[in-house]
């Protein structure tokens, strides 16, 4: 496109592959609006849970009586740590063609969402069983449920879809569409730690809080 | 009171279908739904035959439904809203005759079939007709006005469209197999909850939406991905026709609002049939909380619905005035209030459920502020007119009767916004009267002259002057004498979706009302009629030079119908209304120095495939056939991940072809006899405009 | 459609570059992490008042959220498209909008009820 500087969101390739940067920079628009059009699902999710957090316990267990800090704050950490091994990953996308170096970076993200995925499913069956806690209970429980279990979905699919990708970057290498998802692949993740973040303070802080 | 769901054919019954149900129920109300669903089984099935004898298939599935042309889509979009719009509009009349039936007596319909009739009448015109006709519009204008080739993402623009096929379809079903719901095209729960809808009828509904909605923000991302990215070169935002700022305010719009509505309608499912309590009464869950999910959606949703109408009507009043759109700026930054103020006011849905009168005053207070820059754009129209050479052909006419009826209706938005008026007219036939008022002289009427403006593009002929005229006349006298009644109603004190009135001063008012309604019918049928004519006859109305309204914007300069590239090369813009600046300036109709290889997205039947799969997986969510929901469930995720895998997804045309296509076209125009105004609706006029004396 | 490639030339300035990016991954991946840790620690030790915990808290996760945005999602605010720009701030727009809009109604219907 033009000579000038001009970057779209994450990973920029104007300096390595000039023809893939001006590609790229529709499919990246198109694909963050995509992803602001999630930000605001989540944003309302937060926002009913506000509510039923104050007004929807009925019955049931509130949030101070239910959360705790060390699982969130184990879970925080390794989301953070997979947006870093990711952020690794993109670095090979952009400057060299060491496919090894790529693969173990994303097999390292993919490790540490699964465990962050595993993780979180214990808490949601520890609630749901042992603590007699599960989303049929009231309307907290639906909310708080419906918005981290979004982001688990989230999560899951995200792994799906590196998987989906390591493989085609195995058939056919650092191909213009592979690098293209791989740098779609990127945003989705770091998106998904931006809505952990306001999932770990507005519920589990905020809760332990009260 | 739900038996245990078989595993083959979930809550399905022999019962449920329309037939055996009115065999056994034996009711008029029962009879009716039975005609409903054997005219659409019976119209499955004409299509089926048609398409078989003439050998049809073969192109169908080659030419169209494989089609990544944002042109075909677009045309394909359009075609579905009209058919979409015939039964709702069959529903409205049966709707009508029973009210003008029922005061005083019960009338020939069951309050359960009326709950149905109101609920697919809403649901069916606004997201399986209005929604598809305004994105076939855009689709298929906007690129071409914008210098472009195609949509930034061609692949997920046949998806949606499979997506909004896919939802028609399954209220369709519906007709036949099982209910609808009855809640109205709103839903609100408690009432759709299981306990007072336990049937699969509120099912039908979230998921026909949930479809049509993810389908409609992948259309709004693609739209204003597409007018930021692929304009020509020279081709400035402020340069841009305004039907190109509409389309751009009503994707961002789509993009935002889809969002909330998805969530509400995902929640009240998750209540229904997983206990959650998000909705219910008990348990802690607040059931206003709907309200507000749904209206945040449903407030922008009108205005997706009426912006893109706003730009036809910037277009086709510029070009039947023969001069430039008036206060271009001040229509773009009108255009953009608008979208943005669509956000502040959804408060306004709901203002006697129980908040406090600040509250209410801060919403009411906004919802007055929309009028403003909705009278900038009603005034800019006027001034277009003013000074102009006007021809009144049938969109003009459109025009000329939206103008007036759009401003008195949104007088009575004004009366509404006012929250202690509200309290008294909410829920009445004043309410009715009033949306209506916006969406037919508004939306309908901007849509139908669309149709009629830019259908030469599309096929290569002109639709026949006179049954355009008729439509309006019949669509226009219809509207007033069937929703006029309406407001009379409402003051009265009648109350929106009433199967039957007590009050017998009702009776004159309903009587008049579905005489109305019948004329709307025939403005259709009109539509129709004037379609089927203009077929037969489309070697004398053929305007192949492309221009048959001497034209403002680039969509002109092309040939009629477009060529699948659009553009031989890519134009070099450097004013408004370029083409007609090009015509003036004797510039137009230029031979390129150089042709190109152009490469266009190869078809794929991947779409076709997702809508199919994604259809059978929600008719097996409904009715919890769950070996079907997670069979056309993974048969989607497969044929998204096989196209994934496809390396060559595009084909090139050589740059001879589109020389010769050029040249022969370019020849074409040599041969034409330019038509001045006056005739450019006798088949003298082939696609050339007469040079204006302005 | 077409593409246009403009030669694989690779620049002198890329092992800067790359060094550059690198460092970035890792003063972001720093600040995360301290950012999360502040966090958890105001909370677990009850550093503040129940309110001044809840503001402190939530100023963190903005910060931090910023941190993410501007390490690893690379928005700079001088050499970003402005399409990308005025689409977050107007997504910001419309969420204050709506979680705003949102939270009032529901806690003024809720303070009417009782």
Redesign the interface.
């Given at each position: 496109m033009s000579e000038k500087?001009?970057?779209?969101?994450?990973?920029?390739l104007h300096?390595?592959?000039?023809?893939r940067h001006?590609?790229a920079?529709?499919t990246v628009?198109?694909f963050?609006?995509?992803l602001?059009?999630d930000?605001?699902?989540f944003?309302?999710?937060?926002?009913?849970y506000?509510?039923?957090s104050a007004?929807?316990?009925?019955?049931?267990p509130g949030p101070d009586e239910l959360f705790e800090?060390k699982m969130?704050?184990i879970q925080?950490?390794v989301l953070?740590a997979s947006?870093?091994t990711i952020?690794?990953a993109m670095?090979h996308v952009?400057?060299s063609s060491d496919l090894q170096g790529l693969s173990l970076w994303l097999a390292a993200t993919a490790l540490l969402g699964l465990v962050f995925l595993v993780l979180e499913a214990r808490d949601f069956h520890r609630f749901a069983v042992t603590e007699d806690a599960p989303?049929?209970?009231?309307?907290?429980?639906?909310?708080y449920?419906?918005l981290t279990g979004t982001h688990w979905l989230h999560v899951a699919c995200g792994l799906v879809w590196m998987a989906?990708l390591a493989v085609?970057t195995r058939a056919?290498g650092l191909?213009?569409?592979v690098k293209l998802?791989l740098m779609r692949l990127g945003?989705y993740w770091?998106m998904l730690?931006?809505v952990w973040?306001?999932i770990?303070?507005?519920v589990y802080?905020?809760g332990?809080?009260? | 009171m739900a038996e245990p769901a078989d595993l083959l054919f979930g809550l399905l019954d022999r019962g449920d279908i329309v037939f055996v149900d009115a065999w056994h129920k034996g009711t008029a109300s029962a009879a009716v739904a039975a005609g409903a669903g054997g005219i659409a089984t019976a119209g499955l099935i004409s299509v089926l035959v048609l398409l078989t004898v003439k050998g049809w298939w073969r192109p169908l599935w080659q030419d169209w439904l494989t089609s990544l042309d944002h042109k075909k889509i677009g045309i394909m979009y359009i075609f579905l809203a009209l058919v979409m719009f015939a039964r709702a509009l069959a529903e409205a009349l049966v709707m009508r005759s029973q009210q003008a039936a029922a005061v005083g007596d019960p009338g020939f319909l069951s309050g359960e079939h009326f709950g149905q009739l109101f609920s697919t009448h809403g649901s069916i015109m606004i997201f399986f007709m209005a929604m598809p006709f305004l994105t076939g519009l855009i689709n298929y204008v906007m690129p071409i006005q914008i210098g472009a080739r195609d949509m930034s993402f061609p692949f997920m623009n046949a998806v949606s469209l499979a997506l909004t096929a896919a939802g028609a379809a399954l209220v369709m079903t519906s007709l036949v197999i099982g209910k609808f719901s009855t809640g109205g095209w709103s839903g609100y729960p408690p009432f759709t909850g299981i306990d007072f809808s336990p049937g699969p009828g509120v099912d039908y509904w979230i998921w026909a939406i949930t479809l049509s909605s993810i389908g409609s923000t992948l259309t709004g991302i693609n739209f204003a991905v597409t007018i930021y990215k692929e304009r020509a070169p020279g081709m400035h935002l402020m340069r841009m026709p305004l039907f190109c700022w509409t389309a751009l305010c009503t994707s961002i719009l789509m993009v935002f609002s889809m969002t909330p509505l998805t969530l509400a309608t995902l929640m009240l499912w998750l209540d229904r049939h997983f206990g959650f309590h998000f909705f219910t009464v008990d348990s802690g869950g607040n059931m206003m909380n709907y309200a507000n999910l749904f209206w945040l959606f449903g407030h922008p949703e009108v205005y997706i619905l009426i912006l893109p109408a706003f730009g036809v009507w910037s277009e086709v009043i510029s070009t039947y005035s023969g001069k430039a759109l008036y206060g271009y700026r001040s229509m773009v930054y009108a255009t953009m209030c608008i979208a943005v103020l669509s956000f502040t006011v959804w408060l306004h849905h709901f203002f006697t459920m129980g908040q406090s009168a600040q509250l209410n005053a801060v919403f009411g207070i906004a919802t007055m502020a929309i009028g403003i820059p909705t009278g900038v754009k009603v005034y800019d129209w006027l001034l277009t007119m003013w000074g102009g050479r006007i021809r009144f052909t049938a969109p003009m006419l459109f025009a000329t009767g939206f103008l007036v009826s759009f401003v008195f209706g949104g007088m009575t938005g004004v009366m509404l916004a006012n929250p202690t008026v509200d309290f008294a007219v909410h829920n009445s036939l004043f309410l009715v009267a009033h949306f209506h008022n916006m969406l037919i002289p508004g939306l309908l009427f901007g849509m139908i002259a669309g149709m009629q403006f830019w259908f030469p593009l599309a096929f290569g002929f002109r639709l026949e002057e006179r049954w355009g005229i008729i439509a309006f006349a019949l669509f226009f006298a219809g509207f007033y004498m069937a929703f006029m009644p309406l407001y009379a109603m409402g003051l009265m004190g009648a109350a929106r979706r009433s199967s039957m009135w007590l009050d017998p001063a009702f009776a004159s008012w309903v009587a008049i009302a579905l005489a109305g309604a019948l004329m709307i019918a025939g403005g259709f049928v009109s539509l129709i009629v004037q379609i089927a004519r203009s077929i037969r006859r489309r070697a004398a109305l053929a305007v192949p030079a492309g221009d048959p309204w001497d034209g403002r914007s680039l969509e002109w300069a092309l040939p009629a119908p477009t060529p699948e590239w659009n553009f031989p090369v890519q134009p070099e813009i450097s004013s408004r209304d370029a083409f007609l600046e090009a015509k003036r300036a004797d510039d137009a109709y230029q031979m390129p120095e150089e042709f190109e290889d152009i490469e266009m997205p190869r078809h794929t039947g991947a779409p076709a495939v997702i809508g199919v799969a994604l259809f059978l997986s929600s008719f097996g969510i409904v009715w919890q056939m769950w070996w079907l929901a997670f069979a056309g469930a993974l048969a989607t995720l497969a044929a998204w991940i096989a196209h994934s895998f496809r390396r060559e997804t595009g084909r090139t045309i050589p740059a001879a072809e589109v020389e010769r296509a050029h040249c022969a076209w370019l020849e074409t125009v040599r041969h034409t006899t330019p038509v001045p105004r006056e005739r450019e609706s006798t088949p003298a006029n082939r696609g050339l405009a007469e040079e204006a004396a302005t | 459609m077409s593409e246009k490639h403009r030669g694989d030339d690779i620049a002198e300035s890329e092992d800067l570059g790359r060094k550059e990016e690198l460092r970035r991954y890792l003063i972001g991946g720093a600040a995360t992490i301290l950012l999360t840790l502040a966090a958890f620690a105001v909370v677990a030790f009850n550093l503040f008042d129940r309110g001044a915990t809840l503001l402190t808290v939530s100023f963190l996760a903005l910060a931090q959220i910023a941190a993410h945005f501007h390490f690893f999602l690379h928005i700079d605010l001088w050499k970003s498209h402005r399409d990308d720009l005025m689409l977050i701030l107007f997504t910001l727009l419309i969420i204050l909008l709506m979680v705003g809009g949102t939270t009032w109604i529901l806690f003024d219907q809720w303070s009417r009820m009782m």
């Amino acid at each position: 496109m033009s000579e000038k500087k001009v970057l779209h969101p994450g990973l920029n390739l104007h300096a390595t592959d000039p023809g893939r940067h001006s590609q790229a920079e529709t499919t990246v628009f198109g694909f963050w609006i995509f992803l602001m059009a999630d930000l605001v699902l989540f944003a309302l999710l937060l926002a009913t849970y506000g509510s039923m957090s104050a007004h929807g316990v009925a019955d049931g267990p509130g949030p101070d009586e239910l959360f705790e800090l060390k699982m969130p704050l184990i879970q925080t950490l390794v989301l953070l740590a997979s947006s870093f091994t990711i952020g690794m990953a993109m670095l090979h996308v952009k400057y060299s063609s060491d496919l090894q170096g790529l693969s173990l970076w994303l097999a390292a993200t993919a490790l540490l969402g699964l465990v962050f995925l595993v993780l979180e499913a214990r808490d949601f069956h520890r609630f749901a069983v042992t603590e007699d806690a599960p989303p049929q209970r009231s309307g907290f429980l639906s909310i708080y449920f419906l918005l981290t279990g979004t982001h688990w979905l989230h999560v899951a699919c995200g792994l799906v879809w590196m998987a989906l990708l390591a493989v085609q970057t195995r058939a056919w290498g650092l191909a213009s569409q592979v690098k293209l998802r791989l740098m779609r692949l990127g945003l989705y993740w770091h998106m998904l730690d931006v809505v952990w973040v306001a999932i770990f303070t507005f519920v589990y802080l905020f809760g332990v809080i009260s | 009171m739900a038996e245990p769901a078989d595993l083959l054919f979930g809550l399905l019954d022999r019962g449920d279908i329309v037939f055996v149900d009115a065999w056994h129920k034996g009711t008029a109300s029962a009879a009716v739904a039975a005609g409903a669903g054997g005219i659409a089984t019976a119209g499955l099935i004409s299509v089926l035959v048609l398409l078989t004898v003439k050998g049809w298939w073969r192109p169908l599935w080659q030419d169209w439904l494989t089609s990544l042309d944002h042109k075909k889509i677009g045309i394909m979009y359009i075609f579905l809203a009209l058919v979409m719009f015939a039964r709702a509009l069959a529903e409205a009349l049966v709707m009508r005759s029973q009210q003008a039936a029922a005061v005083g007596d019960p009338g020939f319909l069951s309050g359960e079939h009326f709950g149905q009739l109101f609920s697919t009448h809403g649901s069916i015109m606004i997201f399986f007709m209005a929604m598809p006709f305004l994105t076939g519009l855009i689709n298929y204008v906007m690129p071409i006005q914008i210098g472009a080739r195609d949509m930034s993402f061609p692949f997920m623009n046949a998806v949606s469209l499979a997506l909004t096929a896919a939802g028609a379809a399954l209220v369709m079903t519906s007709l036949v197999i099982g209910k609808f719901s009855t809640g109205g095209w709103s839903g609100y729960p408690p009432f759709t909850g299981i306990d007072f809808s336990p049937g699969p009828g509120v099912d039908y509904w979230i998921w026909a939406i949930t479809l049509s909605s993810i389908g409609s923000t992948l259309t709004g991302i693609n739209f204003a991905v597409t007018i930021y990215k692929e304009r020509a070169p020279g081709m400035h935002l402020m340069r841009m026709p305004l039907f190109c700022w509409t389309a751009l305010c009503t994707s961002i719009l789509m993009v935002f609002s889809m969002t909330p509505l998805t969530l509400a309608t995902l929640m009240l499912w998750l209540d229904r049939h997983f206990g959650f309590h998000f909705f219910t009464v008990d348990s802690g869950g607040n059931m206003m909380n709907y309200a507000n999910l749904f209206w945040l959606f449903g407030h922008p949703e009108v205005y997706i619905l009426i912006l893109p109408a706003f730009g036809v009507w910037s277009e086709v009043i510029s070009t039947y005035s023969g001069k430039a759109l008036y206060g271009y700026r001040s229509m773009v930054y009108a255009t953009m209030c608008i979208a943005v103020l669509s956000f502040t006011v959804w408060l306004h849905h709901f203002f006697t459920m129980g908040q406090s009168a600040q509250l209410n005053a801060v919403f009411g207070i906004a919802t007055m502020a929309i009028g403003i820059p909705t009278g900038v754009k009603v005034y800019d129209w006027l001034l277009t007119m003013w000074g102009g050479r006007i021809r009144f052909t049938a969109p003009m006419l459109f025009a000329t009767g939206f103008l007036v009826s759009f401003v008195f209706g949104g007088m009575t938005g004004v009366m509404l916004a006012n929250p202690t008026v509200d309290f008294a007219v909410h829920n009445s036939l004043f309410l009715v009267a009033h949306f209506h008022n916006m969406l037919i002289p508004g939306l309908l009427f901007g849509m139908i002259a669309g149709m009629q403006f830019w259908f030469p593009l599309a096929f290569g002929f002109r639709l026949e002057e006179r049954w355009g005229i008729i439509a309006f006349a019949l669509f226009f006298a219809g509207f007033y004498m069937a929703f006029m009644p309406l407001y009379a109603m409402g003051l009265m004190g009648a109350a929106r979706r009433s199967s039957m009135w007590l009050d017998p001063a009702f009776a004159s008012w309903v009587a008049i009302a579905l005489a109305g309604a019948l004329m709307i019918a025939g403005g259709f049928v009109s539509l129709i009629v004037q379609i089927a004519r203009s077929i037969r006859r489309r070697a004398a109305l053929a305007v192949p030079a492309g221009d048959p309204w001497d034209g403002r914007s680039l969509e002109w300069a092309l040939p009629a119908p477009t060529p699948e590239w659009n553009f031989p090369v890519q134009p070099e813009i450097s004013s408004r209304d370029a083409f007609l600046e090009a015509k003036r300036a004797d510039d137009a109709y230029q031979m390129p120095e150089e042709f190109e290889d152009i490469e266009m997205p190869r078809h794929t039947g991947a779409p076709a495939v997702i809508g199919v799969a994604l259809f059978l997986s929600s008719f097996g969510i409904v009715w919890q056939m769950w070996w079907l929901a997670f069979a056309g469930a993974l048969a989607t995720l497969a044929a998204w991940i096989a196209h994934s895998f496809r390396r060559e997804t595009g084909r090139t045309i050589p740059a001879a072809e589109v020389e010769r296509a050029h040249c022969a076209w370019l020849e074409t125009v040599r041969h034409t006899t330019p038509v001045p105004r006056e005739r450019e609706s006798t088949p003298a006029n082939r696609g050339l405009a007469e040079e204006a004396a302005t | 459609m077409s593409e246009k490639h403009r030669g694989d030339d690779i620049a002198e300035s890329e092992d800067l570059g790359r060094k550059e990016e690198l460092r970035r991954y890792l003063i972001g991946g720093a600040a995360t992490i301290l950012l999360t840790l502040a966090a958890f620690a105001v909370v677990a030790f009850n550093l503040f008042d129940r309110g001044a915990t809840l503001l402190t808290v939530s100023f963190l996760a903005l910060a931090q959220i910023a941190a993410h945005f501007h390490f690893f999602l690379h928005i700079d605010l001088w050499k970003s498209h402005r399409d990308d720009l005025m689409l977050i701030l107007f997504t910001l727009l419309i969420i204050l909008l709506m979680v705003g809009g949102t939270t009032w109604i529901l806690f003024d219907q809720w303070s009417r009820m009782m």
